[in-house]
C-alpha cells in the first residue's frame, strides 16, 4: 500500500510487553528507519505500559496483549515477554493474522518452537526470531574469509555478561525461561550452527546453578563432518563475546560477533603471519528490522532459514538434556 506521492507507509508494529530488550531491540531501530514505527505497547501491568509508552513515544497503549493482536492499526507483533510467554503470545498474532517477531529464544523447546512454526505456515503467517546477531554485514566477511582456514575442525564460541539480580529479573528463574544457557548461550549455538551445521550430539555437559536457574554453562559438541564445538556461557562474569574457528590452515578469530556495531574484529591468523578485518554496515538490531520489514511488506526472502528457531531450540534441549 503506497500513499499518496507514491511513499511507502511505515510498518506499524505493536510491543508485547514493556520489556527493555525492545528499546534497543525495536524501538530505537524503528526510530531511526523510517520504514517501520512503534505504534502500541501493551503489558500485564497497564499502569507499566502506560509509564513505558510515555517514556519512548509509544503513542497507543492498548488494555491486554489480545486487544493488541486483534487491532487492525498494527501490521506486525512483536513478542518480548519471558520465553515461558512465548508460545501463547504468538499464538495470538497467528490467530488474528499478524507476522510476528519473537524474541529470542523462539519457545521453550524444539517442541514449541515446531508448534508456533508450523501453525504460522498453516495461518500463512511470517514468524520470525529475533536472532539479532546474525544479520550484521560480520557474518558476510566471515564467510568470505572461511575458505582461507580449509577444512575446519574445531569451533569455540562464549558469550559472559553479568545480569542483574534484581528480583523480577525473569532470567534467574528458569521456569519463565531464563538461566545462562537459554538467555546466552542461544548466541554462540547460533554461531558454531552458522559455521558447521546443526548438532550431532553433546559429548559433555555442565551447568553452575545459582537461584533459580543455570547460572553458566559450558558444552562440547560435535557437528557434521566430525567438527568439535566448545561453547560457554556466564551469567556472573564480566562481558566477553568471541568465537574462534580453526582450520588446517589457520584460525579465524571473531571478536563481538554478538554486536559488532558496538566494536569489533575479525583476525585470520596462519603460519605466515595476521590480518585484521572489520565489516562496515548498519548495526545487528537495525539490519534485523530492515530484514523483516522487507519480507513482511515486500515478500522478499528472510536472511535465515524458516526453521532455524526449530534447530535453535533443539541445540538448547541437547545441551540441557546432556548436562541433566
Same mark, same amino acid.
Given at each position: 500500500?503506497?500513499?499518496?506521492?507514491?511513499?511507502?507507509?511505515p510498518l506499524r508494529i505493536g510491543i508485547l510487553g514493556a520489556a527493555r530488550?525492545?528499546?534497543?531491540?525495536?524501538?530505537?531501530?524503528?526510530?531511526?528507519?523510517?520504514?517501520?514505527?512503534?505504534?502500541?505497547?501493551?503489558?500485564?501491568?497497564?499502569?507499566?505500559?502506560?509509564?513505558?509508552?510515555?517514556?519512548?513515544?509509544?503513542?497507543?497503549?492498548?488494555?491486554?496483549?489480545?486487544?493488541?493482536?486483534?487491532?487492525?492499526?498494527?501490521?506486525?507483533?512483536?513478542?518480548?515477554?519471558?520465553?515461558?510467554?512465548?508460545?501463547?503470545? +504468538?499464538?495470538?498474532?497467528?490467530?488474528?493474522?499478524?507476522?510476528?517477531?519473537?524474541?529470542?529464544?523462539?519457545?521453550?523447546?524444539?517442541?514449541?518452537?515446531?508448534?508456533?512454526?508450523?501453525?504460522?505456515?498453516?495461518?500463512?503467517?511470517?514468524?520470525?526470531?529475533?536472532?539479532?546477531?546474525?544479520?550484521?554485514?560480520?557474518?558476510?566477511?566471515?564467510?568470505?574469509?572461511?575458505?582461507?582456514?580449509?577444512?575446519?575442525?574445531?569451533?569455540?564460541?562464549?558469550?559472559?555478561?553479568?545480569?542483574?539480580?534484581?528480583?523480577?529479573?525473569?532470567?534467574?528463574?528458569?521456569?519463565?525461561?531464563?538461566?545462562?544457557?537459554?538467555?546466552?548461550?542461544?548466541? @554462540?549455538?547460533?554461531?558454531?550452527?552458522?559455521?558447521?551445521?546443526?548438532?550431532?550430539?553433546?559429548?559433555?555437559?555442565?551447568?553452575?546453578?545459582?537461584?533459580?536457574?543455570?547460572? +553458566?554453562?559450558?558444552?562440547?559438541?560435535?557437528?557434521?563432518?566430525?567438527?568439535?564445538?566448545?561453547?560457554?556461557?556466564?551469567?556472573?562474569?564480566?562481558?566477553?563475546? #568471541?568465537?574462534?574457528?580453526?582450520?588446517?590452515?589457520?584460525?579465524?578469530?571473531?571478536?563481538?560477533?554478538? +554486536? @559488532?556495531?558496538?566494536?569489533?574484529?575479525?583476525?585470520?591468523?596462519?603460519?605466515?603471519?595476521?590480518?585484521?578485518?572489520?565489516?562496515?554496515?548498519?548495526?545487528?538490531?537495525?539490519?534485523?528490522?530492515?530484514?523483516?520489514? +522487507?519480507?513482511? #511488506?515486500?515478500?522478499?526472502?528472510?536472511?535465515?532459514?524458516?526453521?532455524?528457531? #526449530?534447530?535453535?531450540?533443539?541445540?538448547?534441549?541437547?545441551?540441557?538434556?546432556?548436562?541433566?
Amino acid at each position: 500500500m503506497r500513499r499518496p506521492g507514491g511513499r511507502i507507509p511505515p510498518l506499524r508494529i505493536g510491543i508485547l510487553g514493556a520489556a527493555r530488550v525492545a528499546v534497543y531491540a525495536m524501538i530505537a531501530p524503528a526510530q531511526a528507519s523510517g520504514s517501520a514505527v512503534v505504534t502500541a505497547v501493551a503489558a500485564r501491568d497497564p499502569l507499566r505500559a502506560r509509564e513505558y509508552a510515555a517514556l519512548h513515544g509509544i503513542p497507543r497503549v492498548l488494555p491486554d496483549y489480545a486487544s493488541l493482536a486483534a487491532d487492525p492499526d498494527i501490521d506486525l507483533v512483536y513478542v518480548a515477554t519471558p520465553p515461558a510467554c512465548h508460545l501463547d503470545h +504468538a499464538r495470538l498474532a497467528i490467530a488474528n493474522g499478524k507476522p510476528v517477531l519473537v524474541e529470542k529464544p523462539f519457545a521453550m523447546a524444539a517442541g514449541e518452537a515446531a508448534l508456533l512454526l508450523g501453525e504460522a505456515a498453516a495461518a500463512g503467517v511470517p514468524i520470525f526470531e529475533a536472532m539479532h546477531s546474525r544479520h550484521h554485514g560480520l557474518w558476510a566477511l566471515v564467510d568470505r574469509l572461511l575458505p582461507r582456514l580449509g577444512n575446519v575442525f574445531g569451533l569455540d564460541a562464549v558469550f559472559d555478561t553479568p545480569v542483574k539480580t534484581d528480583v523480577d529479573e525473569f532470567r534467574w528463574d528458569a521456569a519463565l525461561g531464563g538461566g545462562a544457557l537459554m538467555d546466552l548461550g542461544i548466541y @554462540p549455538l547460533a554461531w558454531v550452527r552458522a559455521i558447521a551445521g546443526e548438532p550431532v550430539a553433546v559429548t559433555a555437559a555442565t551447568m553452575r546453578r545459582e537461584r533459580a536457574a543455570d547460572a +553458566a554453562f559450558a558444552a562440547t559438541l560435535t557437528l557434521p563432518g566430525g567438527v568439535t564445538a566448545r561453547v560457554a556461557a556466564d551469567m556472573t562474569a564480566p562481558r566477553r563475546a #568471541r568465537l574462534t574457528i580453526t582450520g588446517i590452515n589457520g584460525v579465524l578469530i571473531v571478536d563481538n560477533p554478538l +554486536a @559488532p556495531q558496538l566494536g569489533h574484529h575479525v583476525t585470520y591468523v596462519s603460519g605466515t603471519g595476521s590480518e585484521v578485518f572489520t565489516a562496515p554496515g548498519a548495526g545487528s538490531y537495525a539490519a534485523q528490522l530492515a530484514a523483516v520489514v +522487507a519480507s513482511v #511488506r515486500d515478500g522478499a526472502s528472510f536472511p535465515l532459514p524458516r526453521d532455524d528457531p #526449530r534447530h535453535s531450540m533443539r541445540a538448547i534441549d541437547l545441551v540441557r538434556a546432556a548436562a541433566s
